[in-house]
């Protein structure tokens, strides 16, 4: 699986969206791109995924480059509740491929 | 979405005993579950993937006879942690994959701490 860079820690004001942005600039054509949070102490929670166009849920939106090197997830109105490590992960879909997770980035959302 | 439950939450043993933990997909067929182990403050390492009715894979650096994973059927996957010592305490947590593979869901993980 490509590799993601993702920043350290992000905060962000309740409310506020959150937009958290993800590098993965060796990925493969055939390569998705996952997102998924852990809260403290839980395992984690898938949120949405995508191959090159944008995509939306009732958890968050995906926003993908068109060279599809980077993208950005997209809490619309944060809650406290959001406050978790997010998780970038690209992975071929339909194969029994791993999930590798790499550091994350912790966001924290602010009363 | 899709409901993976892992069994116990938390667990509390003495050195050198063996602890079982237990991971079911609750309302679909999982052909394929991965374990992981998390120390605090640390991303989740895959250690072993699961295969239904197959031996499973470790990753390197994985002792296959310390952490014995069982998948015998297609909703539970077993992890059985033997001998366990205190440098076996983490967190252990179970994904599943649906049936089109193209999603994972996870459990709510397993607490081990072992005196």
């Known amino acids: 699986d490509a590799k993601t860079t993702q920043p350290t820690s992000m905060d962000c004001a309740e409310g506020r969206a959150a937009n958290l942005p993800c590098n993965h600039s060796?990925?493969?054509?055939?390569?998705?791109v996952y997102w998924y949070r852990q809260i403290h102490s839980q395992g984690p929670q898938y949120i949405i995924h995508g191959l090159k166009n944008n995509e939306t849920n009732e958890m968050a939106s995906l926003i993908i480059t068109e060279d599809r090197k980077s993208s950005t997830l997209i809490l619309p109105h944060a809650t406290l509740r959001d406050t978790a490590v997010y998780y970038c992960?690209?992975?071929?879909?339909?194969?029994?491929?791993?999930?590798?997770f790499g550091k994350g980035t912790l966001l924290t959302v602010n009363p | 979405g899709a409901v993976v439950s892992q069994h116990p939450s938390r667990v509390i043993c003495k050195s050198g005993t063996s602890v079982k933990i237990e991971c079911r997909s609750l309302?679909?067929?999982?052909?394929?579950m991965f374990w992981y182990r998390q120390f605090p403050k640390k991303s989740l390492m895959l250690m072993a993937t699961s295969n239904e009715g197959s031996k499973a894979t470790y990753e390197q650096g994985v002792e296959k006879d310390k952490f014995l994973i069982n998948h015998a059927s297609l909703t539970l996957s077993t992890l059985t942690v033997t001998s366990a010592h205190p440098e076996d305490s983490s967190f252990y947590i179970c994904?599943?994959?649906?049936?089109?593979?193209?999603?994972?869901?996870f459990g709510s993980g397993t607490q081990l701490s072992v005196l």
């Open positions: 994904s599943a994959q649906t049936g089109g593979r193209e999603k994972l869901f």
């Open positions: 060796t990925i493969s054509g055939n390569e998705y």
């Open positions: 992960i690209v992975r071929v879909e339909g194969s029994n491929y791993k999930l590798t």
């Open positions: 309302d679909f067929q999982a052909t394929t």
